[in-house]
């Protein structure tokens, strides 16, 4: 059994063999490690913690520019050329032992050029724990040139955005292709000859060829005669690089002739045909339904869709164009109203109305002048203007012409057949005229005098013509003043109410009127004979007359709340309030009742005699009243168109006397007989009767001995205002008669 020692020494001995040969081997390939380092791609260092190069191979040396040997010794941050990075490379090599793994980009600043961009990858060096507190600590550094990997990135990424933008563009070109086969408007391409290279599905359409067919054809061949000159014409200036637009007609292969919209551009990129032939991009529109379109809006435009005549915008322009040329010497601008074509509309209806436009318009045509214009203003309306021979001048001449043409036009329509339901008929006219220069030289200014001229003729008599007179608008002009302050009569509070008693022969009360007044601001106390004939042309007459028989309403109802016992209070009617309104006339009536709770016995309604005949509804209106429990009265009897028949139709139940028949009867046997009918009419139909504008005793005693029923007028009393008429409610005594008549004349009615 060998001693201890002895076994120590033996495996001391083992281990210095092993580390003999170890040191052998390292020492025979070291120089084969050193020409592997030397001869490396990547650059390789070996360094101290502080950076200093303790061995570097030669492709380092290579890449800075400088020699080998010149690098040992030397710190690697010397050759950073950016001071951050000179910073962390510091830092990460001063680690102690155990560091981790290092890894940077940097910049490698050569000895001539720019900056070179490269990674970093360093691994610390292990010691042997023996010695590793003494050795110092040590990195091996490779690095690797970043441009190549960075050139491949970026070829890489060139070619993903290529194969993008291949991609992008094939789906643009499939769509481009579909958006062109669904275009509507043709699209082509031809050569200097017109000869189509390409053609859309559009172009084929609009040309009338099948599909495919097109292509070799020339499009000048589709032009009609002189379409093809007018192309030809521009084709040169096409040819020089200029682009073009008309609109031509084009004869397609079905023989239909199309309106078609033409754009032909050059190629701005200086592509080339066949034989160095410029190429044209042709868009072709078919414009033929929006030129249908446009003539009939045109024809809209300037003809009356009724009668084929001219309407007012084209007598305007056409009038303009006679003044401005100054050629036109004198003209005649007759402005027409035909009588009585609203007598037939309301009698055979809107068709025999439309044909006695159409028939009017017809003999028109066969009486005018070449020269002359006929056109149709709108309802029943006509205008003609007419070039008249002579000076211009001559005022007397120059009437004279105008009444003579006038005078023919009323013989060239004195009978006219429609061809309807209607027999033939006797038409007649309304005219007011102008004559250019002497009433103007403005188109407007002569429309407008014509038919202020014929505004005029109508408040004559059917069948009246009148020349333009500057009074004429003067009076006109006052007419709208008044109007105009008539409008503003309803919010400023210058309308009021008066009350004419009503009584037997002995003054005893039985009823009273309701009349209008009105304060103008500008002439004080007007009379309604002057502004109810107004508002009754204007249709005023509306919110009027509902305002006469609300006002009257809430005076009965104050009346009555103050404990007065008035009697039954009548109102006019105009004959426009029957009108076809909403709400109609009973319906206002009812409602106001409803508003202010009164009996309806307590409301009494005149209408007129000329409201009976030409206005349709009114029986059965007054028929609705009357159903009501409304009293209703016929006003100025004997001065309209009734008849036993009517006044037997109507649900009435008093006759008022007209005050024309009063005023002579005293001295008029005429009169007393008339007035005797009257009331003899009245008693025999079972009504009321009443005489208007008693002012003597003697008139009062002849009425009395006929037998009139009730009298109304100043022998009496005055029309009282309201405050007035409630004393006289609280006297409850019979009316004392006045003197005479009063100076003020008898008391105007309302509406």
């Not at 020409?35 to 260092?45: A, E, P, R, T, Y």
């Not at 800075?64 to 010397?78: A, D, F, K, N």
């Not at 007012?312 to 056409?318: G, I, Q, T």
């Not at 044909?355 to 214009?373: K, Y």
Request: charged share 25%; proline share 6%.
């Amino acid at each position: 059994m060998s001693a201890p020692g002895s076994d120590d020494s033996r495996r001391l001995e083992r281990e210095l063999r092993r580390l003999r040969h170890e040191l052998q081997e390292a020492v025979r390939a070291l120089p084969h490690l050193r020409q592997m380092v030397q001869f490396s791609g990547d650059l390789l260092i070996l360094v101290e913690a502080s950076g200093c190069i303790l061995e570097a191979n030669g492709r380092f040396a290579e890449l800075l520019g400088v020699p080998q040997e010149e690098l040992y010794g030397q710190p690697l941050q010397r050759w950073l050329s950016n001071p951050g990075q000179r910073q962390v490379l510091e830092g990460r090599l001063a680690a102690g032992a155990g560091a981790p793994l290092l890894r940077m980009e940097l910049h490698l600043q050569p000895a001539e050029g720019e900056p070179l961009a490269m990674e970093l990858e360093g691994h610390q060096l292990q010691a042997e724990a023996a010695v590793s507190e003494a050795a110092p600590q040590r990195w091996t550094l490779s690095l690797r040139d970043l441009s190549e990997r960075r050139r491949l990135e970026s070829s890489e990424a060139a070619r993903q955005v290529q194969d993008s933008l291949i991609a992008s563009l094939r789906g643009s070109e499939a769509r481009y292709r579909d958006l062109v086969a669904q275009l509507a408007d043709g699209l082509g391409q031809i050569d200097a000859a017109t000869t189509l290279l390409f053609a859309n599905p559009a172009l084929h359409r609009i040309l009338a060829v099948p599909e495919g067919e097109l292509l070799g054809r020339r499009l000048l061949d589709f032009l009609t005669a002189a379409s093809a000159v007018s192309f030809e014409q521009g084709w040169d200036a096409v040819m020089a690089g200029q682009p073009r637009q008309c609109t031509l007609t084009l004869r397609a292969e079905d023989g239909a002739l199309r309106q078609v919209e033409l754009n032909l551009h050059p190629r701005a990129d200086g592509g080339e045909g066949p034989g160095d032939a410029p190429l044209v991009s042709v868009l072709l529109r078919d414009v033929t339904a929006l030129s249908r379109a446009l003539s009939e809006l045109t024809e809209l435009a300037f003809h009356d869709p009724l009668t084929g005549l001219a309407n007012a915008e084209a007598s305007r322009r056409d009038l303009e164009t006679r003044l401005a040329s100054g050629s036109a010497g004198a003209v005649l601008v007759a402005w027409l109203d035909l009588d009585g074509f609203r007598r037939v509309n309301h009698t055979f209806g809107r068709a025999a109305g439309d044909a006695l436009l159409q028939a009017v318009a017809d003999r028109l045509r066969l009486w005018g002048r070449p020269t002359d214009l006929m056109a149709r203003l709108g309802g029943d309306e006509f205008l003609l203007l007419r070039e008249l021979s002579g000076p211009a001048d001559d005022m007397d001449a120059l009437y004279g012409q105008a009444e003579a043409v006038l005078q023919e036009l009323r013989d060239a329509l004195r009978h006219l057949d429609t061809g309807a339901e209607a027999p033939p008929v006797l038409i007649g006219f309304s005219a007011g005229y102008s004559l250019a220069p002497l009433h103007g030289t403005q188109a407007e200014d002569l429309l407008q005098a014509a038919a202020t001229a014929l505004s005029r003729a109508r408040d004559q008599s059917p069948g009246t013509a009148l020349a333009y007179q500057p009074r004429f608008t003067t009076r006109l002009q006052r007419e709208m003043a008044l109007e105009s302050r008539l409008v503003q009569a309803f919010d400023n509070g210058s309308l009021r109410l008066v009350y004419q008693p009503q009584t037997d022969g002995q003054g005893r009360l039985l009823g009273a009127e309701a009349l209008l007044r009105w304060d103008d601001p500008l002439h004080g106390g007007m009379s309604p004979a002057r502004f109810v004939p107004l508002a009754e042309r204007t249709g005023l007459i509306h919110p009027l007359g509902q305002w006469v028989l609300e006002e009257a309403c809430r005076q009965l109802r104050s009346w009555l709340d103050a404990g007065l016992r008035p009697p039954r209070l009548a109102v006019n009617l105009s004959a426009r309030q029957f009108e076809l309104t909403v709400p109609s006339l009973p319906e206002q009536v009812s409602a106001l009742l409803a508003r202010y709770a009164l009996p309806p016995e307590q409301l009494e309604l005149e209408i007129t005699e000329s409201c009976i005949v030409p206005m349709a509804g009114v029986t059965v209106q007054v028929q609705e009243l009357a159903e009501l429990g409304v009293q209703v009265a016929l006003d100025d009897f004997g001065t309209g168109y009734s008849s036993l028949a009517v006044l037997n139709r109507l649900a009435i139940q008093k006759l008022k006397i007209d005050r024309s028949f009063i005023e002579h009867l005293e001295t008029s046997e005429p009169a007393r007989t008339l007035v005797r009918t009257a009331l003899a009419m009245g008693r025999g139909l079972g009504l009321e009767t009443l005489a208007e504008g008693v002012e003597t005793a003697a008139q009062l005693e002849v009425l009395e001995a006929l037998g009139c029923d009730a009298y109304q007028g100043y022998w009496f009393s005055r029309p009282l205002e309201a405050e007035a008429f409630a004393a006289l409610l609280l006297r409850r005594t019979p009316l004392p008669h006045e003197d005479g008549p009063s100076a003020a004349g008898p008391a105007p009615h309302a509406p």
